[in-house]
């Protein structure tokens, strides 16, 4: 289904906000989940929000709710990360990632292991 390709990290002040990209016109129609995962440094990857590409519900963690937005755009072939009022624990590489059907399933993000496809991520970096 090809590659995932991040794009729009960088850094930014606390209560900035970043639109993080990824690419993936090889995904169009998946019926997958999409998803956005984050690894602060020294940390475990965490999911961060996804998207269960056939209907569109998206899912969030605790951390971010409120704050980011998963979604699409009306072509498809890219799936996007809106995020507003950044943190400094915010900071972290995040990856653009697709696989399986957990969060439809489970009505929650999944761990990283049920994804099977990811992009190389992009860094974002949030001081104070």
């Known amino acids: 289904q090809g590659q995932l390709v991040e794009s729009g990290g960088g850094s930014v002040q606390a209560g900035g906000s970043l639109r993080l990209s990824c690419a993936a016109p090889?995904?169009?129609?998946?019926?997958?989940?999409m998803a956005w995962f984050r690894q602060p440094p020294g940390r475990d990857r965490e999911g961060v929000a996804a998207?269960?590409?056939?209907?569109?519900?998206?899912y969030y963690s605790t951390a971010v709710k409120g704050r980011f937005t998963i979604a699409r755009d009306n072509t498809k072939s890219t799936l996007f990360l809106e995020m507003n009022d950044l943190k400094p624990d915010d900071t972290a590489m995040y990856y653009c990632?697709?696989?399986?059907?957990?969060?439809?399933?489970?009505?929650?993000?999944?761990?990283?292991?049920?994804?099977?496809?990811w992009g190389q991520g992009t860094q974002v970096t949030v001081s104070s």
């Open positions: 990632a697709v696989g399986g059907r957990w969060c439809s399933t489970f009505g929650e993000i999944g761990p990283a292991s049920v994804y099977n496809n």
């Open positions: 998207l269960n590409a056939p209907d569109g519900k998206t």
């Open positions: 090889g995904y169009r129609r998946s019926r997958d989940c």
